[in-house]
């Protein structure tokens, strides 16, 4: 689950750079290579498909703008030590590049939207693992600027800053 945060939580028909977006999911996978029992690097790809604001507009009728986000991250994790099938606590940060994106119309609902914009982002990660099941939190920092969302003339600072409840399970290989 994905909460999000600043101008893309923002009310689209009343914050001015606001996306309306609602809470959504997130999906992902990441390869996790150990330098010590309780130190890993993890390379990881996680899709984001937050919920769509959805208006009506006498002209145009019902209409959607919907937000997704792709996030291609390394992470540093760092484990409790513990035995196999103890709850051990963990904490880790990643950083990389995040892939906005936003289909749906502009402000003025006069011509339809279709644009991305990539900047670097990073997260903090925390949460116990049990086995290989691990339930955790995530607040993801993505902040960015870009002309291309709404036409206001020059590059605009944006805050797409989320919040995530994730569960996952460790394959091992």
Do not use: C
């Not at 484990?79 to 119309?105: C, D, K």
């Not at 920092?141 to 996952?168: C, I, K, M, P």
């Amino acid at each position: 689950m994905v909460i999000p945060y600043g101008d893309l939580g923002g009310d689209f028909e009343r914050h001015y750079k606001g996306f309306g977006a609602t809470s959504g999911f997130e999906v992902g996978f990441r390869f996790r290579v150990y330098l010590t029992p309780t130190i890993s690097l993890a390379p990881a790809f996680h899709f984001v498909n937050y919920g769509s604001f959805n208006g009506e507009d006498i002209e145009l009728g019902d209409y959607e703008i919907r937000s997704t986000t792709y996030r291609y991250t390394l992470e540093l994790l760092v484990m409790g030590s513990g035995a196999f099938r103890q709850p051990r606590p963990f904490f880790g940060l990643s950083g990389g590049v995040y892939r906005n994106r936003v289909n749906g119309y502009y402000k003025g609902l006069q011509d339809n939207l279709r644009a991305s914009e990539n900047s670097f982002g990073w997260a903090v990660r925390i949460g116990v693992r049990i086995v290989g099941f691990e339930l955790s939190m995530v607040y993801n920092v993505n902040r960015f600027h870009s002309w291309q969302f709404f036409d206001t003339g020059y590059h605009e600072l944006y805050n797409w800053d989320n919040l995530n409840l994730r569960a996952g399970w460790s394959i091992p290989f």
